[in-house]
């Protein structure tokens, strides 16, 4: 089980992105939170998973919901806490 920091960055608030994030992970296992950055127009992403639901769920982060546009994700594997599920926080 490893834990990833994702910055997605893009056109992803007020496009439905955490909530579509949210169902993806929910739907693949993935544990975590997602949330809106307040000083620009991105998300910080914590997920945590085996290496086959990180995988799928790095696919999910770069296509996104059906109006958002990803220009970049960058991430960093990180040690910490164990989460029990995906979250959105607001």
């Known amino acids: 089980?490893?834990?990833?920091?994702?910055?997605?960055?893009?056109?992803?608030?007020g496009v439905g992105y955490r909530f579509t994030m949210y169902l993806n992970a929910t739907k693949i296992g993935i544990k975590g939170t997602?949330?809106?950055l307040i000083d620009d127009?991105?998300?910080?992403?914590?997920?945590?998973?085996?290496?086959?639901?990180i995988e799928k769920?790095?696919?999910c982060l770069r296509l996104?919901?059906?109006?958002?546009r990803i220009y970049?994700?960058?991430e960093n594997v990180i040690e910490g806490e164990k989460y029990d599920s995906f979250e959105i926080i607001y």
Do not use: P
């Open 1 to 13: 089980m490893q834990t990833y920091h994702f910055i997605v960055k893009g056109h992803v608030q």
């Open 34 to 36: 997602i949330k809106n």
């Open 72 to 74: 970049s994700i960058s």
């Open 41 to 53: 127009d991105n998300v910080e992403v914590f997920a945590q998973g085996d290496i086959e639901q």
């Open 57 to 59: 769920f790095r696919k």
């Open 64 to 68: 996104g919901s059906l109006t958002s």
